[in-house]
Nanobody, 119 residues
């Protein structure tokens, strides 16, 4: 069972920056991938960025070039650096992880952290 604890959300003006952190309860080397989803009011949850255990990253088109996902293996933590924030980035951001062990995939979620970008 992987536990994920997020931090770093808040209120920022358009054009500003925030960094989200997600600390995992075990070594991130044992986790197949970690990432961030977001959900705005009235919208479906969408993948923002993901990083695999091999360090391969992928981004949703609207954030590519503005957001950067990275990880600190020693701290078992994944980060999402968000620059040039826009009001449309306002959402609850959820840390996500999945493992595949003995052919069984399990998905894990953090509790969510609010990001609000004012215009």
């Amino acid at each position: 069972q992987v536990q994920l604890v997020e931090s770093g959300g808040g209120l920022v003006q358009a054009g500003g920056s925030l960094r989200l952190s997600c600390a995992a309860s075990e070594s991130i080397f044992s986790i197949n991938a970690m990432g961030w989803y977001r959900q705005a009011p009235g919208k479906q949850r969408e993948l923002v960025a993901i990083i695999t255990s091999a360090g391969i990253t992928n981004y949703e088109d609207s954030v590519r070039g503005r957001f950067t996902i990275s990880r600190d293996n020693a701290k078992n933590t994944v980060y999402l650096q968000m620059n040039s924030l826009k009001p449309e980035d306002t959402a609850v951001y959820y840390c996500y992880a999945y493992t595949v062990r003995w052919s069984t995939r399990r998905d894990y979620w953090g509790q969510g952290t609010q990001v609000t970008v004012s215009s």
